[in-house]
C-alpha cells in the first residue's frame, strides 16, 4: 500500500495517462498502449488513485482512444477500467467520473463495441460491462 501511494503521488500516474493520449505517430505501440492501461486498470481499484487519473484525464482517454481500439485485449481493459470508474468521483476537483464518461460520448462507444464480434471467452464478460455502464449511465444521460 505505502508503495502504491508513493506511485500515486508521483509524476507516474500523469506519464500512464499521457500514453493513452498518444498514438502510434508519436512512438506509442499497441504494447506501450496496452501496459499503460493495464497499470491504469490496477489503479482504478483504490479510490486513492482517483484524483491522479482526474488530473490526467484518463476517463476521457480510455473513452476515446482505448475503448473501440481494434486490439479486443486493449478495448477489454477499457470497459473493466470504465466499470471500476462507476459511481466515482474527484470531490476536490469536482468531477464525477459518470458525467466524465457521457461528456466523452461512451454510450456511442458502447454500441460499438456491443456490435464487434468478440470471442466466446470474452464475449460473456463485455456483455456484462456494457449491461453494467448501460444501466448506470443509459438512464441518467441519451445517448
Not at 507516474?12 to 497499470?39: H, K, P
Request: charged fraction near 25%; hydrophobic fraction near 40%; glycine fraction near 4%.
Amino acid at each position: 500500500r505505502d508503495l502504491r501511494l508513493r506511485f500515486i503521488a508521483s509524476p507516474g500516474v500523469q506519464t500512464l495517462c499521457e500514453y493513452l493520449a498518444r498514438g502510434a505517430s508519436d512512438g506509442v505501440t499497441q504494447e506501450i498502449r496496452y501496459r499503460a492501461s493495464f497499470c491504469i486498470w490496477t489503479l482504478s481499484y483504490h479510490d486513492e488513485a482517483i484524483p491522479a487519473l482526474c488530473a490526467g484525464n484518463a476517463t476521457v482517454q480510455l473513452v476515446k482512444q482505448n475503448l473501440t481500439h481494434v486490439d479486443d485485449k486493449i478495448s477489454r481493459l477499457a470497459l473493466s477500467t470504465l466499470v471500476n470508474f462507476l459511481n466515482k468521483e474527484d470531490a476536490e476537483q469536482g468531477v464525477a467520473l459518470n458525467e466524465v464518461m457521457a461528456e466523452a460520448n461512451i454510450m456511442k462507444s458502447l454500441l460499438e463495441l456491443s456490435l464487434r464480434k468478440w470471442t466466446a471467452k470474452d464475449k460473456k464478460d463485455v456483455e456484462a460491462d456494457i449491461a453494467k455502464l448501460n444501466k448506470t449511465l443509459g438512464t441518467r444521460f441519451s445517448a
